[in-house]
């Protein structure tokens, strides 16, 4: 333990707490002089004032420390996926053959975090949410165990199943999911206890698939933008995932988020949605002056940082501190070596948080995250495509980007 760290840690905890020397050492039951020496880095506190010190300023003992965060926190959806291959989505009323059935882990959750952690190993990365105590809920614990994130976080409810998602998949195309809530349902801000986080992001989706974060708020707009709030306050940096739900109230749930992220990650139709704007034309090619435009009101809602939108054809990132938006086109990946697109948008997001937590400008950003989705398209579930971060910073190489 540095005597100077803890001591600067502790005085710029103090000082965000806006609290002066002496009420510190009124509220530890210690004299300010004490106080004084500790934030000159002469001396730091017993062992046993750690846990009380902790509790104060809303950090872990591990922080006050080492005065650094370190990590990543996924949150949110956790669900199987059980995946159908099938040769085309049929009509109201025919019959299609499934020419193949797997399961693999679903949700923003699993998916994000194990390809985080096939990426990066070496990324301290936590697990939070609910599943059941069923064997489907010990199958995704398990999943995610092996890849060496952290489990100890969920919470196990025995009152409800694990959620889970049928998922139909047409050959290079897009994919169709069946829905049952499940445990989804009832993760709420309870299950999360700040006092414990050491992380320097938390990353929570999906907005408009979790209930309870959904609710009406009456000071905050909704319980997501609530929880967000709670983390800025203590530090961390927050961000965000959408799901399409076609009968999702996209404005309600998401606008009022956006003012307690820092990196908001959506596809195009759920930023331009937010914003009763279209994010294509009439032929089916990309309006990308509407997608800008939901970008801006995003970053004029509130968003810190960085507003980042994908789709199958490129990334766009606008960045809320300098307002300089940049566009990078998809990797050219041919037809024939794709395999499904289940979690595209997991593993792209995986890939923005990947190239965030480790500093890189923002063509970086999009270059790495675009490559990163790329590699789910190998594969038919969500994350046995991904690959390792020196892997993907050379399939631009290989494959070329697409023109717009």
Known sequence: MDAKIVGATIAALRKRAGKTQAELAAALSVSDKTISKW???HGYPEITQFPALANLFGVTVDYLMSGERKGIAIAGNILLDQIKAIDEYPKEGMLCNISSISRSVGGCVPNTAINLAKIDRSIPITAYGRIGD????R??????????????????????PTSFTDVMSVRGAERTFFHARGTNALFGPEDVDLSTLNCSMF???YILLLDRFDAEDAE???VMARFLHDLQERGIKTSYDVVSDSAGNYKAKIVPAMKYTDYAISNEIECCTAWDLDPRNADGSLNIENIRKAMELAAEAGVREKVIVHCKEAGFLLNAVTGEFTIVPSLKIPKSEMVGSVGAGDAYCSGCLYAIY??????????FASAAAACNLFAANAVDGMRTKNEIAKMEEKYGRLEL
Not at 134 to 137: F, L, N, P, S, V
């Open 203 to 205: 990353h929570i989706g």
């Open 134 to 137: 069923d064997e489907q809920g």
């Open 39 to 41: 934030e000159g880095g």
């Open 139 to 160: 199958y995704v614990a398990g999943q995610m165990s092996a890849y060496g994130i952290n489990v100890d976080k969920l919470c196990v409810d025995s009152d409800a």
């Open 220 to 222: 905050y707009g909704t």
């Open 358 to 367: 480790n500093k890189l400008e923002d063509a970086e950003i999009l270059k």
